[in-house]
Every structure is written in structure tokens, then in C-alpha cells.
């Protein structure tokens, strides 16, 4: 999940990609409708990327519930993604886990099954995982 883009791949055990989708939803797009619901809420003219973000992972501003403002984008924003990868999954016939990976990996944390794993710093796993090929690992 990045920051405009959400790109969904499957692939079998040999590395072959099944299939794959590539869609027009990412985190910053919700980050932005979060800071604007969020100002509207609190009567506030701007708040930070940064400040946004946090909300949206803990429905809180400082001290103050926002739920109210977070839930209806972060929701959107999930039942879009997770439509997909179940409808992918439909299609290849996967029951398996899957990975969810990158800098918006973390709005979706809530909402995943025991299926669904997120790594520690999802933002980096894809570096992680190119620099870890390259070295042939």
C-alpha cells in the first residue's frame, strides 16, 4: 500500500505471479480527508501529515476521540482493499496468508483476519526484500 497506489500481486511458490491488480487508492489520499474531517471536527484551519496519520491508526488527536472523523475514510479505504485481495484470492483459489506491505499497511491492522499479516516497519519491507535479493538470499 503507498502513498497514491495500492498494488495487490500473487504468486505461486515458484515465484511466478498469478495475478496482480493495480489500484488507484492509497494512504495519502485518506491522510488528506482524515486532516480535513478532523479540522471540521475541531474547528481547527490545519493539522500536521504526521498528526493525521496517528489518528488515523489511534482515533485519537492528543487527548480528543476523533473516531467520528477517522472511521468513515479509514473504513472506505479498507473495504476496498480487502474486496480485492478477496476477490484475488477467489479467483487463484488461495486460502493461504497474505502480506500486506508499505507505508499504508498500517490503516488496514484492524481489520485483518488471522490470515493477514503485517510485518514490523511495513514501509521498509520492500527495500528490505530487494536488498536481501540482490545479496542472493
Do not use: W
Not at 479540522?39 to 500536521?48: G, R
Amino acid at each position: 500500500i503507498g502513498g497514491t497506489t495500492t498494488d495487490i500481486v500473487v504468486m505461486s511458490d515458484s515465484g511466478m505471479i498469478v495475478d496482480r491488480r493495480a489500484l488507484r487508492t492509497g494512504a495519502l489520499s485518506v491522510v488528506s480527508d482524515i486532516q480535513r474531517s478532523i479540522c471540521q471536527e475541531l474547528n481547527y484551519n490545519a493539522i500536521t501529515h504526521t498528526d493525521a496519520i496517528t489518528a488515523a491508526c489511534t482515533k485519537m488527536f492528543g487527548r480528543v476521540d476523533v473516531s467520528s472523523s477517522v472511521e468513515p475514510y479509514l473504513s472506505k479505504f479498507q473495504d476496498e482493499i480487502l474486496h480485492h485481495v478477496d476477490q484475488i484470492k477467489k479467483n487463484c483459489g488461495i486460502r493461504e496468508s497474505f502480506f500486506v506491505v508499505g507505508g499504508g499497511a498500517n490503516f488496514l491492522r484492524d481489520r485483518l483476519d488471522s490470515q493477514g499479516f503485517i510485518p514490523e516497519q511495513p514501509e521498509l519491507s520492500l527495500a528490505r526484500g530487494l536488498i536481501k535479493m540482490s545479496l542472493g538470499f
